[in-house]
């Protein structure tokens, strides 16, 4: 038996070791890929304005980590999306839908939000694609059609070669197989959302989504739903690539103000205060149970911040008696109805102006029965402004009339910016560089020699201010034309302009919309800053990586801003008219071609006898042959023609003959054809 | 026109030819050259010259100038005109040496125009005496029809916009004047050079050949040869040096063989100044078949933009078909009754390609209209020339008003200024008709003179 079991034991030992390295080993590939499991996050920011306007970013983050499988299957990743990015090969995609204009003048031209959420009005589509350069175009045509499809909106547009256009160098994410397009005047509304939000895990039924309240958003000032996907790039072959998803909603809301009725001089400026009831009409109760973390963070920018430390400060004068100093933004001058579970401050690096204060609020600790409800109070008025890009643009239409105009993009600089531009001025030759990146469509017919510059309203040239262009210009009815420049403005400058000139194109009657006197759009420009980056830096913490909201605050990413779209009247022919436009001209050419043959071939008196004469002499042949062969065809004897060659066999045959030229004529023609 | 019927001594031809110059300059010195150059009637795609200043800065900052659609002119003119588009010079208006180049063109084209107007009488007055006419009509009372043509050419309102308004089509008109120059004093190359010079500017001067060749190939305009061929029968002489020359072949061949040389040239030159853009195939596509496709559908005083703007898709092509078949068909009618008469018929061939061309401009206008001051003495007796007169003083009255009603004020529509268009191509129409038909009618009068039949032509 010793003999017997000694093996037996051996064997044992043998097989539970190397099944315990195989679950060594199993646990320790289990652990990877726990690491790079598909995730969900959900997280929304909320921001006051400086104009008694309330910011609401939602901000959705779902990743599929890169897999070996083809045919994979996925837990929360919405399906349609990676489909999407393996066929086309997109490389990185970003389609926003926005109704309304971000207003950069009270609003913020600065920060992170506006700098990568304000959004042109309408659809904007750019896409970036991992494909040789001669399949771009056509993997670009099959997106819009998909992405039509997928959101329910007339993105199939911007398949035609008019509507998109390939920026080389202005358009941020600067690479040669960018594709970008636009539909200025696309309606946003629900039949947008509800796609967008079947992409969540939890749809709007649960976790933050459930405050996406259809009417209070669209009540709303502006309104932009983003969609921004990245393929993180597969190592090796065979792999499918990982995709982040990136969704994200920014909504500019007016809280409703309960004390409208009580206003007395200092209650004025008092912001109005508000909670997630009183502006979504709905609170959160619990979270996404697919989400991995689940936050709502209230952002406070650094003018109010600023502005609430010089109050604070001013308080402390006044009163004397001894409190203890502490941080104003632990006993603020306004109330929160919960207590944030960590607070965050701005690493203050580059700018003077104080650093703003982010408040965390973790949503799994709320529940159904007691659910999550932000509201803030205020209590001393304060008034404050965000902070702007170094230069306001916007951009406008000159001259009048229908046959030509100019577009003026104006830049202005901006007061708040001057503290950080001074930083930046201690070089001798202090330059402000700006990108600017514009589209037009081909039948506004710019005319890029007449680019004029303005620096402080004194014409300069164009080779001093203007240090790069690119321009591809617009064909008839093929492309758009595209312009591209670098302007290199000195830093203390108050004001800059470009203007160019354009004739406006008359179209075909078919081309014009249902609505051609509403006008045409031109697409808003694109001004960006590549010296100054839009982040923000928060103290370095495990929590701030783990936030995807917040690792994107900290990317650096240039300031940029849309100018406003314009509008262009364009002249249209009557409507009505083709039927009649065709028989006229083609009356005056018959007009033309009759007379002026009647006047070559018309005879006068004796010329007209000789003819005759000459005629009579030289009895046709070929209708005596023809006339001979009707008759026969007719059974009746011929009879030679008489004097009067009017008889009416003659006629006859003469109509015969030219039917059968015409018939033939027509057989031949369908024969050469068929 | 009135003033100019007594016969006007060269001195006070020489003083209108230099107030004609002054009144330019004049107008040259307004601001902004009175905005003609944006009009419409002045500048069509094709002769607009924003779009060849557009052209050259597309050129200078290395892009082909025929990227996007804005240019369609011919390289050449973009290397000797361009560079005049962005010239200044301190205090001067901001194109004056580019208005000075249409300024002396329009005179150059006058000159010429007058030399063959007086080659033209001189031939004239020969055939009149080789068919013993002279008594019959007086030879005082023939008008020297160079020097009024040449008048007419630089006075006429139409050729005074045109250059002042920077279009490209004195220069165009120069080069078909200096074919049918060249033609008339047999000076083989240079026909051959303006032709194929015209030829590449603007395409339709393709189809002068056919005077041309029976320009170099009978001589100038006479009477018809039968009739020289009777005169001589019935009087038994055979007077050889009183008969015009009979058709010759070889200044044919030789201009057939500079033609073929001087479009090597301007190939290869073209060739040359596209060599680093889309070479000599896409001028040609962007030339000629901008001109033949009609694809710039912007108001000019033509009727085709509006008609290809509301003309449904399925037939543009056949209607495309139809308008150039209209020119061409023409030509051979034309070419068979008209041929004893090269320099009319050239005439004749302007005036219909710049009624029906795809973009006409008032400088085609005033091409034809210039030329027509050739044949005062024939086309004496045309009819309805008080009604045409008055007829072209109403449309380029009409026309900039209505224009200006529907793009301007918005309270008119494209159909007011279609309507004009419509009574100006009727106009062109009446006065080549009638003009061909007073030619034939002064034939079949020089006709029953020689043949003793006083009886008046028109029956």
Redesign the interface.
Known sequence: MALLQRPFFVLLLVLTHQFMQYWIAFGSVNEEGQKQEEEFNEELLLKPLPDRKVLAHFHFQSSAPPSTSNGRHHHIFPKAISQLVQKFRVKEMELSFTQGRWNYESWGGFDPIPSSNAKPPGVELWAVFDVPQHQIDASWQNLTHTLSGLFCASINFLESTTTYSAPEWSFPPASGNLRYGTLPREAVCTENLTPWLKLLPCRDKAGIAVLLDRPSIYRGFYHSQRLHLTSTGSGSEGMVSGIILEQTLTVVLQPNSQRAGMAYASERHIQPSWSLTSIFGKQVSGTCVLAKSSNVYLLLDRGLVAELEHLHKENEKSAENGFTSQNFWTKPSFELSADPDRIFIEENSLHSKGSSVLYKFQVEKYSESEPFDLSLTWKIPVVWLSQQAPLHASRFLMG?????GAIAISLKSTQLSEGFMGANADDERCDLQVNVFQVVP?YV?V????LQVFVNQQPKAISDIIEK?H???????VSP?VMEMVLKLPCKVNSAALTIEF?K??????EYPPDANQGFDIPSAIISFPNFHASMIFLKDDSVNKSPLLSKFQEKSPVMSYTEALLVPL????FS??YN??T??CT??A???G???N????R??EEERFLKEKAAKKTGRLSLLLSKLSAKLRGRQWEPPSSPPASSSFINAKLVFKVILVAGLAVGWQYFFS | MEKLKKKTPSFSFWIWVIASIIFRLILIYFPKNLNLSSRPEVSTPLTSFRRLAEGYWLKQSSMSPYAGSMYHGSPLLLSLLGPLTVKRIEGQPDHLLYSLVSVIADVFSAMLIRATGQNLRLAYLFSLESLDLVKQIEVSEILSSGDIAALIYLWNPFTIVACVGLSTSPVENMAVILCLYGACSRLIPLAAFGWVIATHLSLYPAILIIPVIFLLGCGPDAPPRKLFLQRHQQEEVLNQSKLPLGFSWRPIIHFAFWALLWSVYVLVLCGISLKQFGGIWEMFKSTYGFILTVEDLSPNIGVLWYFFAEVFDFFRNFFLIVFHVNIIFMILPLAIRLCHRPCFLAFVYIAIFSMLKSYPSVGDSALYLGLLGWFVNELADMQFSFFLFCGYFGVSLLSPVMHNLWIWRGTGNANFYFATAMVYACLQIILVVEGVSAMLNHDRKLRNLTTGKPRDAKS
């Open positions: 009048s009339g229908n046959e030509r081909w017919k005319y890029f020699h007449s262009i321009v591809s210009p617009s064909k008839d009815k034309g004739d194109g008359f179209l075909h009657i078919d002249t249209t022919p009557d008219m083709p436009v065709i006229i001209t005056v050419f007009l033309y071609f007379s002026l043959l006047v070559l071939r018309r006068v008196a």
